[in-house]
């Protein structure tokens, strides 16, 4: 038995149902089938079932449907994943009279993306009764002419209803006269035909009531009928008769209307009104045939007055009947068989379903980003169909079962290319070929791949020492190529140590704007240069980040006074030198070292006597500190003189140390002070203090060097980086001056030695000159802290001042 006829009962249908649904998943497609009018809810089956997909994954998979034309009649339960009936289904008004109403749907299942297609079967029920149009048919019957045997064509009852619940038998009441003869067509239908079984004989009955029936294969049955009136007529024994029996046309599609496809051609053996043909369709032929097809009664020409679309429909049968215009009238009858032929004139068309139009930037090659169903609605080559995507784009397609998809061919980078417009082209193969675009936008969306990069190489801050706590050193700046929370970006400072304390003591960053701030008001006497790392990050995850060096120079203010180093004094800065009164002109008195523990202009010192005028026996030097006299002492009076001398740096304001030289002249002094030429050349100093000049040199000359290499560097790459936006942009007079300044130099502005002849310290050597070498520098600097070096045997001090 037929598992289709097996289905139109209705106690089986739900059965029947599962049945078909299993038949279809056996051939590689999901098939269900369900009967028409069923109630909202029926079940039509379980697709995440079906499909394998373990119930227990089915809620998180989220199944829907995504056709359109069908969601209104179907509804997937996300929970079982069981498809449902949603609303009323009627088969006549989806499929009309097609043998086989079939709904192409399809479900998407996320987590992860899949499409799946099936195919609904609408099953038809009895739910139409066959109708005659119209209910009343008059044939008109010559007496005596007609012969029995003779046949005479019926109309057909139609019903909406298929297969077995159409149209299958017709019944005629019973009488003496006639009987029913039924053929069946090509295409299935049943042809009623009344046969004449007996001669009729006008004088005994003019009319016959006759009552036919049509009654389909549904259960219950339905019928219809229709009421025939013969009427008896009287003679014209010749009906007309076609050339053809039957005529074949082969026509193309979209012929312009009016074209004439064939002209019929009968021919009536009578003379006068009984020869005079007429053509007209009869009740045989469809309404649909006879909108596409019209027939000039007076020539029998058959003309297009449709449209002809071989998509729509690929065949018509017409059914012709000539009539002469006798009494009674007779009739010929001819049918017309026309086959559609396909022309290309219908372009592919292109359907394409997001998974996501909003595209991570790290998407793997491969992964699907959509599907693109292609039809076309031409047959043979005509209906195949070439699919081009748009060149120079990340995205390939990939060829499926029954549609394609659209994947990525490469990883993307938003940063490079943030949007994607990609163009699917569609052409068939036909002659020729017709052409479909279709125009996709996609979007990347960004993903945290690039660090936060600073705008300069490195960063320069100056600030005054003993500025204020709070004040703002530096800005430091950066970007990053992500977008939102990937590109919001924190500062801070790398936690290290400076002198034992933590960085963080010194320094403090604002952590959004970049702004580097004082912590404590800086000293330059014991800290000149700061390097400290500053960190960014941004706020994506994982955190990217990125570090830069930060130098913070300390720039001195004169906020040391000059100290006195030597020679031997009191607390209140008081000087004792004995000298002979037979000594001449020129001769060194005493020699003032001082140092100033600032460095540059602030600790340049120049020395001078307060009130020269009353001093005419004396003069100090202004650079070296020697006091020296005038001229001869032979003649002066008073032998104690008392020098007041001021040691000033030249710093802005400049301070100033004053000092009191207190010079007793007596008229013999038993060790004389020896020349300083003399005691370079005859004595030479101890080696301790040798040792301890040679490692200063030694040591500040690295840091000479270190520091001018450092400058350098910065010098050769202003062309390449734009210090404009730095913190502190050195110009070419500026950077000479912190180059100078932080350029360390040793700088001897005085050596004395004094040398004591034995224990007590009763005897003196007179004082010694130093060589100018070691008592000026066209530039120099200092240490970070003023020594005086010592030897055991010989009472030395070395000052070291900034010039």
Request: glycine fraction near 6%; include cysteine; charge should be negative.
């Amino acid at each position: 038995m037929d598992i289709r006829g097996f289905c139109q009962c209705w106690k089986w249908q739900v059965v029947c149902s599962f049945l078909l649904c299993s038949w279809g998943w056996v051939y590689g497609q999901l098939h269900y089938s369900i009967v028409e009018e069923s109630d909202p809810g029926t079940l039509v089956g379980n697709v995440a079932q079906d499909l394998g997909i373990k119930r227990a994954e089915i809620s998180q998979r989220k199944m829907h449907l995504t056709s359109e034309k069908y969601q209104k009649y179907f509804i997937v339960n996300q929970a079982n994943g069981g498809l449902a009936v949603k609303d009323r289904i009627d088969r006549e008004s989806l499929c009309g009279s097609s043998a086989r109403c079939l709904l192409q749907l399809e479900v998407v299942a996320e987590n992860p993306v899949e499409l799946f297609s099936l195919e609904i079967e609408i099953l038809d029920i009895n739910d139409n009764s066959p109708i005659f149009s119209p209910s009343n048919h008059i044939i008109e019957i010559t007496e005596v002419f007609t012969s029995p045997g003779s046949r005479f064509a019926l109309d057909i009852a139609k019903d909406l209803d298929v297969d077995v619940n159409g149209v299958n038998q017709y019944t005629l009441n019973t009488n003496p006269y006639f009987s029913l003869s039924v053929k069946t067509r090509k295409d299935g239908t049943l042809i009623p035909q009344l046969i004449l079984e007996k001669a009729l004989d006008r004088e005994e009955k003019q009319e016959h009531d006759l009552i036919l029936t049509a009654i389909d294969g549904g259960e219950p049955a339905r019928s219809g009928t229709c009421r025939i009136t013969v009427v008896v007529l009287d003679i014209n024994d010749n009906p007309p008769v076609f050339n053809q029996s039957v005529y074949k046309v082969n026509i193309r599609e979209n012929l312009p209307l009016k074209t004439v496809i064939v002209t019929l051609n009968a021919t009536d053996q009578d003379d006068g009104a009984n020869g005079e043909i007429q053509y007209y369709f009869d009740g045989h032929t469809f309404e649909s045939a006879r909108e596409i097809f019209s027939l000039n009664e007076q020539t029998g020409e058959i003309c297009i007055n449709g449209v002809l679309d071989f998509e729509e429909k690929s065949y018509y049968e017409l059914s012709i009947k000539a009539v002469d215009k006798g009494l009674p009238k007779l009739e010929g009858n001819s049918i017309i068989q026309v086959e559609i032929e396909d022309m290309n004139d219908n372009p592919p068309g292109i359907i394409f379903t997001f998974v996501t139009n909003n595209i991570p930037e790290n998407t793997p090659s491969g992964d699907t980003i959509g599907f693109i169903n292609v039809k076309d609605k031409d047959s043979g080559k005509n209906g195949e169909i070439q699919l081009n995507l748009s060149p120079n784009v990340p995205f390939k397609i990939k060829q499926m079962k029954n549609r394609y998809a659209l994947v990525t061919d490469r990883y993307l980078d938003r940063e490079e290319t943030f949007q994607y417009t990609i163009e699917l082209t569609a052409s068939d193969l036909g002659s020729p070929p017709l052409y479909s675009k279709t125009s996709v936008t996609l979007s990347v969306s960004d993903i945290n791949d690039n660090a936060p990069v600073f705008t300069q190489s490195t960063y320069n801050a100056f600030i005054q020492e003993n500025s204020d706590p709070g004040t703002l050193l530096c800005t430091v700046s950066a970007t990053d190529l992500d977008e939102g929370v990937n590109s919001d970006l924190v500062y801070s400072i790398v936690e290290s140590q400076i002198d034992g304390s933590s960085v963080s003591s010194f320094v403090y960053i604002h952590s959004i704007d970049g702004n580097i701030y004082a912590q404590r008001s800086f000293d330059y006497e014991q800290i000149q240069v700061l390097h400290i790392t500053i960190k960014v990050e941004d706020s994506g995850s994982p955190q990217l980040s990125s570090t830069i060096p930060v130098f913070i120079f300390i720039m001195d203010t004169n906020d040391n006074a000059p100290a006195l180093l030597y020679p031997e004094h009191s607390e209140d800065l008081i000087v004792q030198e004995r000298i002979s009164k037979s000594l001449s002109s020129g001769y060194l008195v005493s020699k003032l070292s001082a140092v100033d523990l600032d460095s540059g202009h602030n600790a340049w010192l120049v020395f001078s006597l307060i009130d020269p005028i009353n001093y005419s026996w004396f003069q100090v030097s202004k650079h070296t500190g020697e006091v020296r006299t005038v001229r001869g002492l032979q003649d002066i009076e008073n032998i104690e003189q008392k020098l007041v001398i001021s040691i000033s740096d030249q710093g802005i304001p400049s301070l100033s140390t004053t000092v009191t030289v207190l010079v007793t002249i007596a008229d013999e002094v038993i060790v004389e002070r020896p020349k300083s030429g003399d005691f370079l050349t005859n004595s030479k100093p101890p080696s301790d203090m040798t040792l301890y000049l040679f490692i200063s040199l030694v040591a500040i000359s690295l840091v000479s060097l270190v520091t001018f290499m450092i400058l350098l560097v910065r010098c050769l790459r202003k062309d390449r980086y734009d210090y404009t936006n730095s913190c502190c942009f050195l110009g070419g007079s500026q950077s000479k001056f912190y180059t100078d300044q932080y350029q360390p130099a040793l700088y001897l502005n005085t050596w004395d030695l004094k040398i004591h002849g034995g224990q007590d310290g009763s005897s003196r050597m007179p004082g010694a000159e130093l060589p100018n070498s070691f008592t000026s520098s066209p530039r120099a600097t200092r240490f970070q802290h003023c020594e005086a070096f010592k030897c055991p045997s010989v009472e030395g001090y070395v000052s070291r001042s900034l010039m």
